[in-house]
Nanobody
Protein backbone atom coordinates (compact mmCIF):
# COMPACT_ATOMS: atom_id res chain seq x y z
CA UNK A 1 0.00 0.00 0.00
CA UNK A 2 1.10 3.55 -0.73
CA UNK A 3 0.53 6.57 1.50
CA UNK A 4 0.49 10.05 -0.02
CA UNK A 5 0.80 13.38 1.78
CA UNK A 6 0.19 16.63 -0.13
CA UNK A 7 1.38 20.09 0.83
CA UNK A 8 1.72 23.55 -0.68
CA UNK A 9 -1.86 24.68 -1.14
CA UNK A 10 -3.14 28.06 -0.03
CA UNK A 11 -4.56 31.41 -1.07
CA UNK A 12 -3.00 33.24 -3.99
CA UNK A 13 -3.97 36.22 -6.12
CA UNK A 14 -4.85 35.81 -9.81
CA UNK A 15 -1.66 35.62 -11.86
CA UNK A 16 0.29 34.20 -8.94
CA UNK A 17 2.06 30.88 -8.49
CA UNK A 18 1.99 27.92 -6.14
CA UNK A 19 3.90 24.65 -6.01
CA UNK A 20 2.18 21.55 -4.70
CA UNK A 21 4.16 18.59 -3.38
CA UNK A 22 3.08 15.01 -2.83
CA UNK A 23 5.35 12.70 -0.86
CA UNK A 24 4.87 8.94 -1.18
CA UNK A 25 5.73 6.29 1.39
CA UNK A 26 5.03 2.60 1.85
CA UNK A 27 5.22 0.31 -1.17
CA UNK A 28 6.87 2.94 -3.34
CA UNK A 29 8.65 0.35 -5.49
CA UNK A 30 5.26 -0.59 -6.95
CA UNK A 31 4.32 2.91 -8.14
CA UNK A 32 3.84 3.50 -11.86
CA UNK A 33 2.18 6.77 -12.89
CA UNK A 34 1.55 9.64 -10.49
CA UNK A 35 -0.51 12.74 -10.99
CA UNK A 36 -2.96 15.33 -9.81
CA UNK A 37 -6.71 15.78 -10.01
CA UNK A 38 -8.73 18.74 -8.83
CA UNK A 39 -12.31 19.06 -7.67
CA UNK A 40 -14.16 22.37 -7.49
CA UNK A 41 -17.31 22.74 -5.37
CA UNK A 42 -20.28 20.86 -6.85
CA UNK A 43 -18.17 19.58 -9.76
CA UNK A 44 -16.65 16.24 -10.63
CA UNK A 45 -13.03 15.44 -9.94
CA UNK A 46 -10.97 16.17 -13.07
CA UNK A 47 -7.51 15.10 -14.15
CA UNK A 48 -5.01 17.97 -14.15
CA UNK A 49 -1.68 16.33 -14.97
CA UNK A 50 0.01 12.94 -14.99
CA UNK A 51 3.62 11.75 -15.14
CA UNK A 52 4.67 8.18 -15.85
CA UNK A 53 7.54 6.33 -14.22
CA UNK A 54 9.51 7.05 -17.39
CA UNK A 55 8.88 10.77 -17.16
CA UNK A 56 6.26 11.22 -19.88
CA UNK A 57 3.70 13.88 -19.04
CA UNK A 58 0.18 14.83 -20.04
CA UNK A 59 -1.99 17.80 -19.08
CA UNK A 60 -5.58 18.92 -19.17
CA UNK A 61 -6.12 21.49 -21.92
CA UNK A 62 -7.13 24.08 -19.31
CA UNK A 63 -3.68 24.06 -17.67
CA UNK A 64 -1.33 23.49 -20.62
CA UNK A 65 1.40 26.12 -20.71
CA UNK A 66 0.69 27.18 -17.11
CA UNK A 67 1.22 24.05 -14.98
CA UNK A 68 4.21 21.73 -14.91
CA UNK A 69 4.32 18.30 -13.30
CA UNK A 70 7.62 16.80 -12.25
CA UNK A 71 8.84 13.84 -10.25
CA UNK A 72 11.84 13.28 -7.99
CA UNK A 73 12.19 9.52 -7.72
CA UNK A 74 15.00 9.81 -5.14
CA UNK A 75 12.63 11.68 -2.83
CA UNK A 76 9.53 9.71 -3.88
CA UNK A 77 7.81 13.03 -4.49
CA UNK A 78 5.76 14.49 -7.31
CA UNK A 79 5.34 18.24 -7.78
CA UNK A 80 2.84 20.47 -9.53
CA UNK A 81 4.16 23.93 -10.36
CA UNK A 82 1.19 26.18 -11.04
CA UNK A 83 1.81 29.56 -12.69
CA UNK A 84 -0.52 32.26 -14.01
CA UNK A 85 -3.24 31.01 -11.71
CA UNK A 86 -6.84 31.91 -12.47
CA UNK A 87 -9.91 32.02 -10.21
CA UNK A 88 -11.25 28.97 -12.05
CA UNK A 89 -8.25 26.97 -10.79
CA UNK A 90 -9.78 27.18 -7.30
CA UNK A 91 -10.33 23.61 -6.11
CA UNK A 92 -9.14 20.86 -3.82
CA UNK A 93 -6.12 19.23 -5.47
CA UNK A 94 -5.61 15.51 -4.96
CA UNK A 95 -2.42 13.60 -5.64
CA UNK A 96 -2.61 9.99 -6.79
CA UNK A 97 -0.21 7.13 -7.36
CA UNK A 98 -1.03 4.07 -9.45
CA UNK A 99 0.22 0.63 -8.57
CA UNK A 100 -0.58 -2.46 -10.60
CA UNK A 101 -3.98 -3.03 -9.03
CA UNK A 102 -4.87 0.13 -7.15
CA UNK A 103 -5.06 3.91 -7.42
CA UNK A 104 -3.91 5.44 -4.14
CA UNK A 105 -5.09 8.93 -3.15
CA UNK A 106 -3.82 11.70 -0.94
CA UNK A 107 -6.06 13.65 1.41
CA UNK A 108 -6.21 16.75 -0.79
CA UNK A 109 -4.98 20.31 -0.44
CA UNK A 110 -7.05 23.45 -1.01
CA UNK A 111 -5.99 25.98 -3.63
CA UNK A 112 -7.89 29.26 -3.68
CA UNK A 113 -7.22 31.90 -6.33
CA UNK A 114 -8.83 35.18 -5.37
CA UNK A 115 -8.07 38.87 -5.04
Amino acid sequence: QVQLVESGGGLVQPGGSLRLSCAASGSIFSINAMGWYHQAPEKQRELVAVITSGGSTNYADSVKGRFTISRDNAKNTVYLQMNSLKPEDTAVYYCYADTRYLRNWGQGTQVTVSS
